[in-house]
């Protein structure tokens, strides 16, 4: 008898994963850039700065939603 070998790792499965865990942050860390570029131009104050903050957190959750829900409707049961 000879033993079966084992799985190969599927490569684009484990960089789609990895690049979930970076969705939320860059998401975040584009609308304080962007919110502050606009607050020092137009002298808003902190107002653009929080907007665009908020706006960046609400994206990068949508995208981290969507993705995992991806995810799991492309995992079959025997993965």
Not at 22 to 34: D, K, Q, R
Not at 55 to 75: C, E, M, N, P
């Amino acid at each position: 008898m000879t033993d079966p070998k084992p799985p190969r790792p599927n490569f684009r499965k484990i960089a789609e994963l990895s690049s979930i865990g970076l969705m939320l942050p860059s998401s975040i860390i584009v609308g304080l850039f962007l919110g502050t570029l606009l607050d020092r131009w137009l002298g808003t104050g902190p107002w653009l700065l929080l907007t665009m903050t908020v706006l960046g957190i609400v994206s990068g959750l949508l995208s981290l939603f969507r993705a995992l829900s991806k995810y799991s409707k492309d995992q079959s049961p025997d993965d």
